[in-house]
């Protein structure tokens, strides 16, 4: 590895403190009427309607608390402005409580502050508030068929034609494009940049509304049985240039910001696993307990523990290198590549862990946990390839992190 690591500072400011003791006791206040009050809901199902109606609602319960989008600035979101490790602790704290999930998860992390970057005033008037407000549903559509890893190789062509674009082409695996009013599209405005060899450069960021003619999304069922990600076609959508989010041509730095955003979520997630293993070390206390005394299981267990808090560590110390304005490097495609792998790890230890139980699937008045672990199970294997796959990190690591010799550089 080049260069040594920066040490870390593992002492919260007192700022950061009472900001996490605020955010404690807003939930302590908030959540548990709201858990009581709110039909469940099949929340096993991401994409069921229920589940959508009960994110939708939570969503607005942080909004009014100015908890939901705590990362856009005072001006935009309820009057708060916090610091990279006040946003850590916000999802620490979010995963602690096992709070619902949000309803614009997708436009309140990534889209919402790419638009606060790019946007116009009018856009911004435009559709922040939607986002905010969980009036409107929101996705990404970056993946095409021929490129998923390999985004900048995107074709779906957007070709002025007077004040409008006119779109043709195909996206893939659009998670929750069928649930969308509006997505964050990535489209190609100069198809030569390809022939050129430049093909970062002719991709333009759009803010599209999927429900213009011409735009067709068919759900593609996954193998946990979910319809959670989609196809989308265009055939001939006339969109107006209004709809342009930049300047012709600046997509891929767009695109960099909502990825950039999408990275640093990886910190959280490992929050999330942490919370889960304790989970279902408590579900296997009541419907397995045998598992717990089993020593091949609970060498499991600890191993799997040691390396979601050695995951935590290496996203501590890549946000403390943040804080001190250096670059969070190589920390963000390790902690990228353990919090992959360990997220497929945990949901096979489920699954042994509380036995015959744990198989149910949802639907059924015995799943464990609604079905979650079994759903879990199939469901993570995508962490080693969404977001940027295992190969791809390790090519990464391998050419700009150790600057293993004998390989070209990736792009
Ligand atoms: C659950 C889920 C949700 C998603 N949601 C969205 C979404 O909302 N919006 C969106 O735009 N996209 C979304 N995606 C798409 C995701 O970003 C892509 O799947 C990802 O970028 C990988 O692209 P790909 O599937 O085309 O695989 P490919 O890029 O075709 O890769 C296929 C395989 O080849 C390997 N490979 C490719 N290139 C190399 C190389 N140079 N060296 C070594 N190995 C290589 C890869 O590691 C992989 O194993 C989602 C994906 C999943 C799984």
């Given at each position: 590895m080049v260069g040594y690591p920066s040490p870390v500072d593992f002492a919260l400011a007192p700022e950061d403190e009472a900001f996490r003791d605020e955010l404690r006791a807003w939930l302590d206040k908030h959540l548990p009427p709201f858990l009581e009050a709110e039909s469940l809901g099949d929340d096993a199902s991401l994409s069921g309607e229920a589940s959508q109606r009960r994110r939708q609602a939570w969503q607005r319960k942080l909004n009014e608390g100015g908890?939901?989008?705590?990362?856009?600035?005072?001006e935009y979101a309820n009057g708060r402005t916090i610091n990279a490790m006040q946003r850590l602790i916000y999802s620490e704290v979010m995963a602690e409580y096992r709070t619902p999930g949000m309803f614009n998860t997708n436009g309140i992390w990534q889209i919402g502050p790419m638009i606060i970057a790019w946007g116009t005033e009018e856009q911004k008037a435009q559709w922040l508030p939607s986002i905010l407000g969980a009036d409107e549903h929101w996705c990404q559509g970056f993946s095409e068929p021929d490129a998923g890893n390999d985004l900048a190789n995107l074709r779906t062509l957007a070709a002025s034609d007077g004040d409008d674009y006119v779109v043709n082409g195909s996206k893939i695996w659009i998670s929750s494009a069928h649930l969308a009013t509006w997505g964050l599209f990535l489209l190609r405005t100069d198809p030569t940049a390809i022939e050129r060899g430049k093909k970062h450069e002719g991709i333009t960021a759009f803010i599209l509304n999927l429900h213009t003619p011409g735009i067709e999304v068919r759900p593609i069922r996954d193998m946990a049985g979910e319809e959670l990600f989609n196809e989308i076609f265009f055939t001939d959508v006339r969109i107006p240039a209004a709809w342009r989010l930049g300047e012709e041509g600046q997509g891929w730095m767009v695109a960099m910001g909502t990825l950039g955003y999408e990275r640093v979520g990886i910190a959280s997630q490992i929050s999330i696993l942490s919370a889960d293993l304790r989970a279902m070390v408590e579900a296997a206390r009541s419907v397995n307990p045998g598992a717990l005394e089993d020593p091949s299981l609970r060498d499991r267990i600890a191993k799997v523990w040691t390396e979601i808090e050695l995951a935590r560590l290496l996203s501590l110390r890549a946000l403390s290198k943040i804080m001190k304005g250096e670059k969070n490097w190589p920390e963000v495609p390790f902690a990228k590549l353990s919090w992959s792998s360990m997220a497929q790890t945990l949901a096979e230890l489920a699954v042994d862990l509380l036995g015959?139980?744990?198989l149910l699937g949802r639907g059924g008045p015995d799943a464990v946990d609604r079905g979650k672990w079994t759903r879990l199970y199939a469901f993570q294997r995508y962490s080693t390839i969404g977001g940027g796959s295992t190969e791809i990190q390790k090519n990464i690591i391998a050419d700009r992190a150790i600057a293993m010799p004998g390989r070209s550089r990736t792009s």
């Open positions: 908890w939901a989008a705590i990362h856009w600035g005072p015959p139980a744990g």
